[in-house]
């Protein structure tokens, strides 16, 4: 018995890349805040960089309060999305070549709390979210959030979230 | 303008992010402050239906909550975000102005308690609802 060939790497990364750019290319306020998403195999991570307009506290300065829970909610729905599509596209159920021409489906936010750590300072920023429970109507979803060091987190929030198609 | 209007506009111009996204302060005094936030495409979160992004409201919550604790009467020089819990209640109505009213409603020496509520141009139904605790910084000697 001859085992069928594996596909070649650049094509299963291409295929990963075009789905997760696809969910959030689309996404008007993503673009705004100018929130990149960095995969390394299934695994995420959300990058804000530095931008002026970013800033909540001119006299400090530091990031808007706004615009770190935003940050930390915009990381949580990539995640979630990401992790059922990532199911999907690895069992062969969803066809990435289809993710960006209909309408997205993402989760919808139910509630969403941030804890504000340290002031977050002029600087990039990045997030990694854990979904600690996704069901068939509800998930909840945990983001941390840090600069410079990974251990000395800037941010942290938890939410729950409504799946889509229910 | 009256000096209501020049502190709140002030105080929103001091705040890059605040300016960049429109907010303005409708009215301010004693804890108090009602702010408005215009729907903008570059907002949206949901392109199929142009409903505004969670973040977005989010953010004009964040920002009247901080502008009622420093119009309490307790004069706080500064104030940050310690922790900030939003409820969603409904997609906000597309290309519909989004206000929110922030009550400052206890203070402590060190700590400010909020609750914000976001409508749109239906006021009976609210969008979104937040508590918060901020820390308040009192002017020197005062504390």
């Known amino acids: 018995m001859t085992r069928a060939k594996p596909e070649p790497v650049q094509v299963i990364k291409h295929r990963r890349d075009a789905a997760l750019k696809a969910l959030t290319a689309g996404v008007p306020f993503i673009q705004y805040l100018g929130i990149q998403f960095d995969r390394r195999g299934d695994e995420l991570t959300a990058i804000l960089p530095f931008d002026p307009k970013l800033i909540g506290n001119p006299v400090l300065p530091a990031l808007h309060g706004g615009v770190t829970a935003s940050f930390l909610e915009v990381a949580a729905i990539i995640e979630l999305a990401w992790s059922t599509l990532w199911e999907g596209m690895e069992q062969g159920q969803i066809d990435p070549a289809e993710i960006g021409t209909s309408p997205l489906h993402l989760p919808k936010t139910i509630d969403f709390t941030v804890d504000y750590l340290r002031s977050g300072l002029p600087r990039d920023a990045y997030a990694r979210a854990r979904v600690n429970r996704s069901g068939r109507r509800y998930a909840s979803v945990h983001v941390e959030a840090w600069q410079d060091n990974r251990s000395r987190l800037f941010a942290q929030g938890t939410g729950h979230f409504l799946m889509p198609g229910e | ?143």
């Not at chain 2, 004069?75 to 997609?91: G, H, K, Q």
Request: net charge negative.
């Open chain 2, 1 to 143: 303008m009256t000096d209501i209007d020049k502190i709140a506009h002030a105080f929103i111009s001091a705040l890059p992010h605040a300016a960049a996204m429109g907010m303005q302060i409708t009215s301010i005094g004693d804890g108090v402050v009602v702010m408005t936030m215009p729907w903008d495409a570059r907002f949206v979160g949901d392109p199929a239906t142009g409903v505004l992004h969670g973040g977005a409201v989010s953010s004009l919550l964040d920002t009247a909550s901080g502008a009622a604790v420093m119009c309490h009467p307790a004069a706080p020089v500064s104030t940050a975000t310690l922790d900030l819990r939003i409820d969603y209640f409904r997609p906000a109505t597309p290309r519909q102005t989004i206000t929110a009213r922030a009550e400052c409603y206890h203070v402590t020496r060190s700590v400010a308690f909020v609750r914000v509520t976001a409508t749109d141009e239906d006021a009976t139904r609210p969008v979104a609802a937040a508590t918060g605790a901020f820390t308040l910084d009192r002017p020197r000697g005062l504390t």
